[in-house]
């Protein structure tokens, strides 16, 4: 008699959270940053034991590139790869903690995991510049290949608040508050990137509109990765 034996392999999330308060160059120092990459953290806890969590000295550039590579490499087929990224930014990047940080070098990483989904959350300055950046070398474009998306907290010529009073950035409340729950439309205990990004601009439309700057988040990358589920409730 012959026992056959099915062996079924859970789908991981690997998370990787970056919030830069404290800057190499102190005059750049921000307030709520850090409390939003941990406040993520907690969040992601409830549905993934692999997070990363790099904070101001410790999210310097070689260490974010280091780590997410690391992530990227351990991912497989089914898996999803998450970035979370609060801080400073300019148009074409990010600035971890001593250097820039391009959206070309994060997604030349991505880009070669075997993940099927790769979501990156950034709530920075000019965040929308990941959709197309030119420089003296060459031209980027958002990637349509890789199984990439990237939800951005403003567009490219926009900046992106943090307020003492809300405790974190616009876009980074908003999106806590969906991943809580408050974006489920259909209620079935499954949060997908579009129900996330649609809650997340309502949100933030609706919080920033009597202000002299007002911001629109923007989802920008592979369709198809806009139905991949970033929380099961369930």
Known sequence: MTIMMVISIQARTFVLC???SSYQNSDNNLSQ???DAKQFKTVMANHTKDITILTSKYANKNNIL???RAISNRAQKGDKIILFFSGHGYPGGIVAHDKHLTYQEINDILSKSSAS???CFVDACHAGSVGEVRDNSRSYKAPSSGNIIYMMSSRANEYSIEHPWVGHGF???ALLKGLRGKADANKDKKITVRELFNY?????Q???ANMEASQHPQLIGV???AEAVVVDWK
Do not use: M, P, R, S
């Not at 997340?200 to 933030?204: A, G, S, T």
């Open 18 to 20: 970056v919030g830069v």
């Open 33 to 35: 940053t850090t409390k």
């Open 200 to 204: 997340v601009y309502n949100d933030v």
């Open 223 to 225: 369709k198809e990765v």
């Open 117 to 119: 989904a790769k979501i």
């Open 206 to 208: 609706h919080t920033t």
């Open 171 to 173: 876009f980074t409340q």
């Open 66 to 68: 280091e780590k997410l």
